[in-house]
T-cell receptor
């Protein structure tokens, strides 16, 4: 059984560009969350989706958006990229959104904005 | 929202000694407290978790304690080994709010 998969693994973009990151959860998992991890810091919560509905949003600007598809995969979109958006973007999947269940992380997408 | 604070930020221990990392949280509604280990360049991996109806949980050399009244929880690693060197993150649900991490270095 495949774990959480993210694509691409690495990405280099220019300031002002747009980026789309993708995540496929573990089979059977209906909740997907996105995190931004800047070097040397803990993951910061961006979004959570459950059954295709947004269930939570962290303290990130409107340039960040996400969606979840009927097959429970998810996309994170970032517009008008800034240098400060350079980070490791992690996706995590879990069975439910509210019950205390384990979250499994993907390997992340390393985004570099130049 | 939830605010999780983690201490210390760095921890250096001699091989065989114990390591303790402490976290506090703010949201009394949080009911799930996982600990993740992240090695350089890799994804966070769950090493142990505890739910709010339990005060302590142990898995071999790793244990976690939870004090709901004081809103703090701790990770204990006994008989540390070089492969325990990594960054450790505590988290509190809801929405998995993470601490800032503790870089643990085990000296051989």
């Amino acid at each position: 059984d495949a774990g959480v998969t993210q694509s691409p693994t690495h990405l280099i973009k220019t300031r002002g560009q747009h980026v789309t990151l993708r995540c496929s959860p573990i089979s059977g998992h209906k909740s997907v969350s996105w995190y931004q991890q800047v070097l040397g810091q803990g993951p910061q919560f961006i979004f959570q989706y459950y059954e295709k509905e947004e269930r939570g949003r962290g303290n990130f600007p409107d340039r960040f958006s996400a969606r979840q598809f009927p097959n429970y995969s998810s996309e994170l979109n970032v517009n008008a990229l800034l240098l400060g958006d350079s980070a490791l973007y992690l996706c995590a999947s879990s069975l439910f959104d509210s019950d205390p269940t384990e979250a499994f992380f993907g390997q992340g997408t390393r985004l570099t904005v130049v | 929202g939830e605010n999780v604070e983690q201490h210390p930020s760095t921890l250096s221990v001699q091989e065989g000694d114990s390591a303790v990392i402490k976290c506090t949280y703010s949201d009394s509604a949080s009911n799930y407290f996982p600990w993740y280990k992240q090695e350089l360049g890799k994804r966070p991996q769950l090493i142990i978790d505890i739910r709010s109806n339990v005060g302590e949980k142990k898995d071999q050399r790793i244990a976690v304690t939870l004090n709901k009244t004081a809103k703090h929880f701790s990770l204990h690693i006994t008989e540390t080994q070089p492969e325990d060197s990594a960054v450790y993150f505590c988290a509190a649900r809801n929405k998995l709010s993470f601490g800032a991490g503790t870089t643990v270095t085990v000296r051989a």
